[in-house]
């Protein structure tokens, strides 16, 4: 009985033995390795072209080929600006986001500059090629609102610098404290791109000194706060009037016209509306004036990613990546933690791939799958496996490939088991 017993038990364990992770070899393949000579801080990629921050290298354009099956092949070095102001001390690229739809890469000069610089018209670049300073804060990070015919530039900046005249911060910001603003660019002036823009310097949310990280997909702005977790804004799908409780003013009525609605909205007395609403005004594409959801994490949060309702968060000091489903009232309903023991630097995820940036420890894989909870809960997570590379910056998903943003350069990957 006790040998019967014995049996049964050696096999049940067998049956829910986690699968073991593919080999580094059986994971990836190398595809090249570009030596970047700046060290490789992100990457953002089309079907054709490839950009690389290089910290104080500058950023560096690659022409982009690829096989029948979509894989890259060869990167070959286009164009590099190594000195993009040759005024500045601290000049770096650190952050690449592009737009899809207008083929406009965004370069963020962490405290100094956004840069723009046209992929599929490099011989006529704008003669403005870098977005204004907007309410006297100094760039953190940006994330784009990629829409068909307008681009929404968010940026996070830190009121650092912003004193007027009477060495009072710019909009009684309290000092070193962070806020959201964004820009809508419309893009009809192929020599100046902000000439057209409305709103072209938009206030949305002030936070305190902690956020460093911003991120938006689906209508939600994710913002890394610290040791004290996430804060979420959500999108405005129209122009609103809200009061100071921040609550909807429903008299409100949108014409379309920034100018004339701000002034509809935040007057307290106008003729139109008489005696006027006294509200706060925010165009369609900005944000409710409140956070959405906000949620603490274990350690310190480095990076943030937003794909659906689900928030990932990389983490510091060893504490992995957790992601955060989100119900439609911005209540956590689900977390799941993974990747514990390592530090994330970086995070991105693509058809169910997810690819973690841990530094010293390279990059883990992992595989996601939907819930079989209709949306209740998140999907069972399995660890695909770990490339060691040089200190692993930044990771990008793009279809079968990965690319890691290093400090030796750039490494692209072809993913065997996708």
Not at 3 to 22: A, E, G, Q
Not at 195 to 220: H, K, M, Q, T, V
Not at 321 to 343: H, K, R
Request: glycine share 8%; charged share 20%; hydrophobic share 35%.
């Amino acid at each position: 009985m006790r040998f019967i017993l014995y049996l049964l038990s050696i096999f049940l364990l067998s049956c829910i033995k986690p699968t073991d992770p593919l080999t580094e070899e059986d994971t990836a393949t190398l595809i090249v390795h570009l030596e970047t000579y700046g060290e490789a801080l992100d990457v953002d990629i089309t079907d054709g072209k490839m950009v690389v921050a290089a910290n104080y290298n500058g950023f560096i354009v690659y022409d982009v080929t690829r096989d029948s099956q979509g894989n890259i092949t060869v990167l070959d070095s286009i164009y590099n600006d190594s000195d993009m102001a040759s005024d500045m001390g601290d000049n770096r690229a650190q952050s690449i986001v592009i737009s899809d739809n207008f083929n406009i890469a965004f370069i963020t000069d962490i405290y100094d500059r956004i840069w723009l610089y046209k992929l599929g018209d490099e011989e006529n670049q704008y003669i403005d090629n870098y977005l204004s300073d907007c309410y006297g804060g100094v760039w953190l990070s940006t994330a784009i609102d990629d829409q068909l015919n307008h681009i929404n530039v968010f940026s996070l900046v830190k009121h650092i610098s912003s004193e007027d005249d009477n060495g009072e911060t710019i909009g009684d910001f309290d000092q070193y404290s962070t806020s959201v603003v964004w820009k809508k660019l419309n893009l009809t002036d192929s020599q100046f791109p902000e000439s057209d823009a409305s709103p072209s310097c938009e206030f949305s949310y002030n936070f305190g000194i902690l956020p460093e990280d911003i991120y938006f997909s689906d209508g939600l702005l994710a913002v890394s706060n610290g040791e004290l977790g996430v804060k979420v804004l959500k999108q405005l799908d129209q122009s609103s009037c809200f009061d100071d409780q921040n609550q909807l003013i429903e008299e409100f009525q949108s014409t379309g016209d920034i100018d004339f609605d701000r002034i509809a909205c935040e007057n307290s007395i106008f003729d139109y509306y008489n005696p006027g609403l006294g509200g706060n005004y925010e165009p369609e594409g900005g944000f409710y004036p409140y956070v959405f959801s906000s949620f603490d994490l274990p350690g310190s949060v480095n990076t943030v990613l937003v794909r659906n309702s689900t928030i990932f968060s990389g983490l510091s000091t060893s504490n992995g990546c957790y992601m955060s489903l989100l119900d439609n009232n911005g209540i956590v309903v689900d977390n799941l933690s993974i990747a514990n023991g390592y530090t994330i630097n970086g995070i991105d995820e693509s058809d169910g791939v997810i690819a973690l940036s841990a530094g010293h420890d390279g990059v883990l894989l992992y595989r996601s799958y939907e819930s079989s909870n209709e949306g209740d809960n998140l999907g069972p997570v399995q660890f695909i496996g770990q490339l060691s590379t040089a200190y692993s910056n930044n990771v990008k998903l793009n279809g079968n490939n990965l690319i890691v943003s290093t400090e030796d350069g750039i490494y692209v990957y072809l993913i065997n088991e996708k």
